[in-house]
């Protein structure tokens, strides 16, 4: 079975749900947009809940100061996530590309959605792997 192509839009950002969650004001074309809610595809960051909530915010913060006032380009196959109210893309501003630049920095881990999530470090900025 062939995987549908990207589709690519652009939008602006309306809300950081959390690190790897955000509403953006997509334009579709023809003075016509659409709020849509979008999970970062292959990535994890940790929640805002618990005891990683700290962590959780400051990723939440890192995307926010990524995204912020910029036009977002979203590559996305039309695939709703596991949960089924978030659409996976990939998010990007001006050629950089938000999951990684997460990755890079320690606020999120590659996480493809199958398997177990991630551990946290809730004591620390970085991530700490998972038990194998």
Known sequence: ?????????????????????????????????????????GIDTPELEGPTRSMGQRAADRT??????AEIEIA?????????????????????DLAETLVREGWAQRYTGAGPRPLWDPAGQYPRPAAA
């Not at 995987?3 to 839009?9: D, G, L, V």
């Not at 926010?64 to 006032?69: K, P, S, V, Y």
């Open 1 to 41: 079975m062939s995987r549908a192509p990207y589709w690519i839009f652009r939008g602006t950002l309306a809300r950081v749900v959390d690190g790897d969650t955000v509403d953006v004001l997509v334009d579709l074309g023809f003075r016509i947009s659409a709020k849509m809610r979008f999970r970062v595809a």
């Open 64 to 69: 926010l100061r990524f995204l912020a006032g």
């Open 76 to 96: 996305s196959r039309g695939e709703v996530d596991k949960y089924g109210g978030r659409w996976d893309g990939d998010l990007s501003v001006g050629g950089v």
